[in-house]
């Protein structure tokens, strides 16, 4: 009876490359939703998807973010060209229906060097 | 927009001693959420608050919703080092997508 899972905990990369973020829901549900928690901060929402289909992404930078919830496999966060503003801990949480209370994954921690 | 505040940001607590964190929201709300985190680590859920006067207690925390106030509080009994962490509330609405939208967190730090 797994949870959100995401994978990896810990991201490295230097400034120009890209991150891929990758969540794998609750099974059965198929809402997935994108937070980010810079340091010291709350979480802040980003992006919200239901299978192979983005529903709001009001909360995502225009540029150099993407993201994804195919068909088969996890959700993923894709952030081309990094910099540094955009270290941070990424979560990544799921619900079964949109009125559900969300489930939240352990988060991916990206540095930027 | 749907806001949320809390108040305070930072709360030293001495053991055994009794504090309240409030949560504000600017508008009507369907489910209002307090979570804890410890440093590193994601989101514990704590409570989910549905309707007007709904209170819920767990150990020593306990949380109240007053939705014509758009007010929560999460009260700490007889604080213990235990209850050390980061504790959000959130609120989240259809009419917003049902994202959640979170309040900057109270750091709780009790004192030995």
């Known amino acids: 009876n797994a949870g959100v899972m995401q994978n990896p905990r810990h991201l490295v990369r230097r400034r120009g490359q890209e991150a891929r973020l990758r969540c794998s829901p609750v099974k059965g549900h198929s809402h997935v939703y994108w937070y980010r928690q810079l340091p010291e901060e709350g979480l802040k929402f980003m992006v919200y998807?239901?299978?192979?289909?983005?529903?709001?992404e009001s909360g995502m930078p225009k540029e150099r973010f993407s993201a994804e919830f195919p068909k088969e496999g996890p959700s993923i966060l894709r952030i081309q060209q990094v910099v540094r503003g955009d270290s941070a801990a990424y979560f990544c949480?799921?619900?079964?229906?949109?009125?559900?209370?969300?489930?939240f994954g352990d988060g991916t921690r990206l540095s930027i060097l | 927009e749907l806001k949320v505040e809390q108040n305070p940001l930072f709360l030293s607590m001495q053991e055994e001693k009794n504090y309240t964190i409030y949560c504000n929201y600017s508008?009507?709300?369907?489910?209002l959420y307090w979570y804890r985190q410890d440093p590193g680590k994601s989101l514990e859920s704590l409570f989910v608050l549905l309707s007007n006067g709904a209170v819920k207690q767990e150990g020593r925390l306990m949380a109240s919703l007053d939705t014509k106030a758009r007010l929560s509080t999460l009260h700490i009994t007889a604080a213990v080092h235990d209850l050390s962490a980061t504790y959000f509330c959130?609120?989240?609405?259809?009419?917003?997508?049902?994202?959640?939208?979170f309040g900057a967190g109270t750091i709780l730090r009790v004192k030995s």
């Open positions: 959130a609120v989240d609405h259809m009419e917003y997508g049902n994202k959640l939208v």
């Open positions: 998807l239901q299978k192979e289909n983005i529903i709001d």
């Open positions: 508008t009507t709300s369907d489910r």
């Open positions: 949480a799921s619900s079964l229906n949109p009125g559900q209370p969300q489930h």
